[in-house]
């Protein structure tokens, strides 16, 4: 049998939030014991038709209903293999085959389970348009190498079993993504497709305050060093400052006018 979050600091030590509940899944959506119990299916046939155990790293919206189970639910399952699989190789043919197959057995949506890694997360708008198609891969490559390594060395793990590892993407790059996200949004004047976005992004940010900087406010300059090209725009942090101490009553975050002050 597969075991989930195997890591001995479970997420509900971080927060006083709960559960966003409620009592139907909606149509395409999926919540967490289905997901798990795809997952064991998955593994089972992974595990029988190459006999080689697989790690995959888990993020965006996934990582908040399987990891912190803050949201109940989720469209899709998006991953990341920690090896590169060809997409005409005989591995991913029979990935694609064992993910389809899970889908049928247990009626779940076709893209329950996805290796693409959507767009904001990639590039940035700052993005120079004069570089060229071999750079950018090039570019893109060492930035996933870098995700790979920082997520397996955190190494918190949301499943495993014989055929089948799936691991929650470094926090800093989750937390950077989805203020990053936001920071658009608000650039744009209009609203997330999700209205609890900056209630997720405050769920991250009491993770890394409680648990990666042992309950002290992070600085915002160091969460700027890493992974630079997702930028966050000064309104958005301020919003999450905001929202975090409504939430907590700290700061969580020293802007760098107040590490300034200090």
């Known amino acids: 049998m597969g075991q989930t979050q195997s890591n001995s600091t479970t ?15 909606p149509a395409q ?11 064991e299916y998955l ?12 790690t995959f790293i888990v993020f965006g919206k996934a990582v908040l209903v399987l990891f912190f189970r803050s949201q109940r639910f989720t469209k899709t399952v998006n991953i990341l293999p920690t090896t590169t699989i060809s997409t005409d190789s005989k591995l991913h043919s029979i990935f694609i085959n064992a993910v389809q197959k899970c889908a049928a057995k247990y009626r779940l949506p076709s893209s329950w389970l996805s290796e693409h890694i959507s767009s904001y997360e990639t590039t940035t708008t700052t993005t120079i348009t004069a570089i060229t198609d071999v750079e950018r891969q090039r570019d893109e490559e060492k930035r996933t190498i870098e995700l790979i390594s920082h997520s397996l060395d955190q190494n918190i793990i949301i499943y495993t079993s014989d055929g089948l590892s799936l691991l929650v993407v470094d926090i800093v790059y989750e937390f950077k993504c989805q203020l990053h996200k936001y920071s658009e949004s608000l650039t744009r004047n209009v609203k997330s497709g999700d209205e609890n976005d900056l209630d997720d992004i405050v769920e991250l940010l009491r993770r890394l305050v409680m648990v990666e900087n042992h309950g002290q406010d992070i600085l915002r300059a160091d969460i700027e060093a890493r992974y630079p090209y997702l930028v966050c725009t000064d309104e958005a942090w ?6 975090y101490f409504r939430e907590f009553g700290e700061r969580g975050v020293l802007l760098d006018a107040e590490v300034t002050r200090s």
């Open 11 to 25: 997420p509900s030590t971080t927060t006083s939030k709960s559960t966003k509940y409620s009592q139907h899944t």
């Open 29 to 39: 959506f999926i919540d967490a014991p289905h997901i798990f119990q795809a997952l």
């Open 43 to 54: 593994s089972k046939i992974l595990w029988r038709k190459t006999q080689t155990h697989h």
């Open 238 to 243: 301020n919003e999450l400052s905001r929202a």
